[in-house]
């Protein structure tokens, strides 16, 4: 008797000291749908979050296992769990060189209202071989090259739009690019022609590397 009674006494103290077959998680998420983004389709309803890194991700049993006095466990009831979507699309050059520019602040104008801005741009720039206006609001704005020669037919003039991928240019601006009616669409833009193939003075995406390739560079 004394014998057995030693040996539970050791398994008891056994059990007291224990470590659990892994750490402990810092966040549990249960009953989840959660979109692993495997190439196999794999169904899971759970994960665990240690030290900012996901450890687990199954079902809600082994989950549980995780779960220690500090964990925060978040019951989901179904809902759709994703991985973390990032966008770092963010025209950091572009933006940068765009402040103290002339800017029209992101405002719907029409070219009407957009013409008295510029112009006023243009009275305090005098030295700029290239007038760059930006933050131009692309919605619903619409302006052809004639349109913008009547703002400055000297000096090339440039409007950017404020999403990165569309811009307007006048007439001395497509005759510094090369752009005619023979010019091509680049692979990955457009150039917008009139009914006769001319080039408006609208251009998307790719079309506006061959205005920003002739223009002066940046110094460092």
Partial sequence: ??????????????????????????????????????????????????????????????????????????????????????????????GALARGGCSLADDELTIEQASERIRACIANDKDSKWLTVTDVNPAGFKANRKQLDAVERNRP???????????????????????????PNPESGRIERDAKGDATGFLVDGALGLVTGVMEKPTP
């Avoid at 003039?157 to 010019?183: C, K, Q």
Wanted: charged share 15%.
């Fill in 1 to 94: 008797m004394k014998i057995v009674a030693l040996l539970l006494s050791a398994a008891a103290l056994g059990a007291c000291h224990s470590k659990p077959p892994h750490a402990l998680a810092d966040l549990v998420i249960l009953g989840g749908d959660l979109r692993t983004m495997e190439a196999a389709p794999t169904h899971a309803t759970a994960l665990a979050v240690r030290d900012g890194l996901i450890a687990y991700v199954g079902d809600d049993a082994q989950a549980t296992e995780w779960i220690g006095p500090a964990t925060k466990v978040l019951h989901v009831d179904g809902h759709t769990v994703l991985p973390g979507l990032i966008d770092s699309h963010i025209h950091l050059a572009e």
């Fill in 157 to 183: 003039l440039f409007l950017w739009g404020t999403d990165g991928h569309t811009g307007w240019v006048n007439s001395r601006a497509l005759e510094l690019a090369g752009i005619t009616r023979e010019t």
